[in-house]
């Protein structure tokens, strides 16, 4: 079967950075910038971004495109005993497509309701206790299902089936050359309007300003690095899926380096937005800028709710804001998908459409447990293995491999063929040495906080269950196809 290819190079750029720009660039970035030294937190980030985050992009184009396969196939064409690493990073994908669906099924929701601020006057009481309906619910005590999140979560799901059945060049391209741009110029049209409200240069100054003593403390370098592994899509089958898909003489330098800055230059766009909307928020408010900040999800349906009622045409503002939440997230969410249906095409040689319906039909219903009264709750956890564990796993093996056990000279000799500028020497120190040390100590580090101070007061079952079985069955798949063979 001839494998598909990308129509341009623009429409492979832009679902890469469909896939790259999600949620986490509007409400993980700014805050992490805030937390960890301000405008100084930029210096470990820029140096990650070029030591870890061009370098293992341009890996990973470089083997998707030389090996033509998903993650499985592309390593075990590498060597037949690495193919249950691609299944676990496909595992990993499948995992977060599930439960990051619900993210979005909650961004749709609040852009309904953003035309009325239906949220009323306490966002932080309609979101947890009417919308989500937590009450004393637990990861093993979820209660019922929400069918107001059941259903937007539907549209999700529906929408990512229609790009991924369509084909790399009739469905992702497209949606990507559509989605990216009305995502780019929204965020642009919100940094103009909100930029100018009393207060907002205060708040962009809070991200900006630097604390310089911060540089020397160890966990801002690991939360730079952190940050690029979890937002440039490496590591977990998605560049690898991505780039099988480019023809074989498509320039890899170039297009890696695109990727990531354009990534990280969204970024700071949406770290420039939301701050604004947070200066303004203090002002309006009264309030120091330190009581009205958060992360994570009270960021997005807590903070931004409540900044959209104190906003001049909020009927407007509102809406504009919550699209840009729902584009980022379903870009994302088509290239998690994509690479699991890829994986199961490659595998099973099904056509697209079957592997599409039997993927996201049974990731379907997996995600209705994260739509229940707990569902929150269990998708913090799942989500804290996954990016935390299961992600810098598959990146620590696959960046040893690749460097350690083959010779990373060979790759840079294919990727130097192929591209317009060479990468030299730095490539290999990169990938070498500097890559695995800061991944190794991210990983001990997020391995030793979880053993001796858990999460959240969880009961963490559930998560070495979930990492475990990933590892067991991609070592599985391994060793069937081992016996098929022979």
Known sequence: MKREQWG??????????????GLGNIWRFPYMAYENGGGAFFIPYIFAMLTAGIPFMILEFSMGQRYRGSAPKTLSRIHAKFEWLGWFQVGVAAVIGVYYVAVIGWAISYFGLSFTQGW?????????????????????????IRWGIALTVTIAWAITYVAIV?????????????????????????????????????????????????????????????????????????MLAYSSYLPEKSDITNNAFMTVLINCG?????????????GYMAEAQSKPLTEVVSAGVGLAFVTLPTAINLLPAPYILGPVLFFALVIAGLSSHISIMEAVTSAVIDK?????????????????????????NGGLLLLDLVDHFANNIGIMVGCFVEIVIMT???????????????SDFSVKEWFDICLKFITPVILAIILVTKLKTLLTDGYGGYD?????????????????INLTTKQQEA
């Open 166 to 238: 369509s084909g790399v060049k009739s469905g992702i391209e497209r949606a990507s050359k559509i989605m990216m741009p009305i995502l780019f110029f929204m965020v642009l049209m919100l940094i103009a309007r909100m930029a100018v409200l009393p207060g907002a240069i205060d708040g962009i100054n809070y991200m900006f300003k630097p604390d310089f003593s911060k540089i020397w403390d160890v966990k801002v370098w690991a939360a730079a690095y952190g940050q690029i592994f979890f937002t440039l899509s490496i590591g977990f089958a998605i």
């Open 120 to 144: 009323g006057s306490d966002p932080n009481s309609y979101f947890f206790s009417e919308y989500l309906g937590l009450g004393d619910n637990s990861p093993t005590n979820l209660g019922g």
């Open 266 to 278: 969204f970024s700071i766009l949406a770290g420039i937005m939301i701050f604004s909307v947070l």
């Open 404 to 418: 350690w056990l083959f010779k990373i000279a060979d790759v840079r000799q294919y990727v130097n063929s192929v």
């Open 8 to 21: 341009s190079r623009a429409g492979f750029i832009l679902a890469a950075v469909g896939s790259a720009i």
């Open 460 to 476: 963490l079952t559930i998560g070495w269950i979930m990492i475990a079985a990933l590892f067991v069955i991609g070592v599985t």
């Open 348 to 372: 099973t040689k099904w056509r697209r459409n079957k592997a599409a319906t039997v993927v996201i039909g049974s990731s379907f219903i997996v995600s209705m447990a994260f739509v229940t």
